[in-house]
């Protein structure tokens, strides 16, 4: 069955940086959307970036943008979500997902994805 597994999640002060990394166990690796999203206590689960397994493809929402960076190692079968410049409204438990998309259509919606992994908690402190 399908499986991913984040890690890296852990707690730092504002300005820190940390480095998500989502391992992707999948049918196929090739042509499939993997986003980090975030899901803070009390709020909906949100899009944070995305990427396409076939080509360098990424789409960010607008509070990553400048500070995240989501990259992919095709021989490890990992995504990685680079954190740059925390905020404390960076907290939250972040999910990696998958979907399978032939033509490299991907969204920031969680609902066009499939599997889902655990998720990892990052805390950030002012």
């Known amino acids: 069955a399908p499986q991913l597994v984040e890690s890296g999640g852990d707690s730092v002060q504002a300005g820190g940086s940390l480095r998500l990394s989502c391992a992707v166990s999948?049918?196929?690796?090739?042509?499939?959307?993997i986003g980090w999203f975030r899901q803070a206590p009390g709020k909906e689960r949100e899009g944070v970036a995305t990427?396409?397994?076939?080509?360098?493809?990424?789409m960010y929402a607008g509070s990553a943008k400048g500070r995240f960076t989501i990259s992919h190692d095709n021989a490890k079968s990992t995504v990685y979500l680079q954190m740059d410049s925390l905020k404390p409204e960076d907290t939250g438990t972040y999910y990696c997902?998958?979907?399978?998309?032939?033509?490299?259509?991907?969204?920031?919606?969680?609902?066009?994805?499939?599997?889902w992994g655990q998720g990892t908690q990052v805390t950030v402190s002012s």
């Open positions: 997902a998958a979907v399978y998309r032939y033509d490299g259509n991907c969204a920031l919606a969680p609902s066009r994805y499939v599997d």
């Open positions: 990427i396409w397994t076939d080509a360098n493809f990424t």
């Open positions: 999948l049918y196929t690796y090739r042509r499939n959307c």
